[in-house]
């Protein structure tokens, strides 16, 4: 007779992470809101894109505020995050609206810095003009 084995599998355990960063990058076309621990590991992440915004509309700070709070609400329930610190990279009307919806998640912001990138050298000039 064969016997019966099955392989017991173990739980696996809960992480938590209760202080993390909040990466918005805020650009014309969309707004991508990721939730990292404290070395830049990510937790959670949600994009206006994947929210079911289309079009000009995953531009807008609505759509950014409720990727916000669909991402903010995954990190609080899953790691049991409740401070961030705050990089904000862009120029779009997202910035704003992500940061605002994260006082009605009950999630406290740490600090708050821009990263945007800026040029150093500029753009190559165009080519002397031959008459």
């Known amino acids: 007779m ?4 099955t392989a017991v599998k173990k739980k696996k355990s809960k992480r938590t992470v209760a202080t993390g960063q909040m990466h918005v ?4 076309n969309n707004t991508i809101i990721t939730f990292t621990d404290t070395n830049g590991g990510a937790l959670t992440q949600a994009s206006a894109g994947g929210c079911g915004f ?3 509309k995953k531009g807008t700070a609505y759509a950014a ?7 903010g609400n995954a990190a609080k329930q899953t790691y049991g ?3 961030v610190d705050v990089f904000v990279k862009g120029v779009g009307l997202g ?5 605002r919806s994260l006082v009605g998640l009950g999630i ?4 708050i810095k821009d990263v945007t990138g800026m040029p150093h050298g ?10």
């Open 81 to 83: 995050l409740s401070k």
């Open 2 to 5: 064969a016997e019966n084995t």
């Open 95 to 99: 910035r704003d609206a992500a940061l």
């Open 25 to 28: 990058l805020a650009t014309f």
């Open 65 to 71: 505020q409720v990727a916000a709070e669909k991402a």
């Open 122 to 131: 500029g753009v190559r000039p165009k080519k002397a003009r031959r008459i």
């Open 108 to 111: 406290q912001v740490e600090g």
């Open 54 to 56: 289309r079009g000009s």
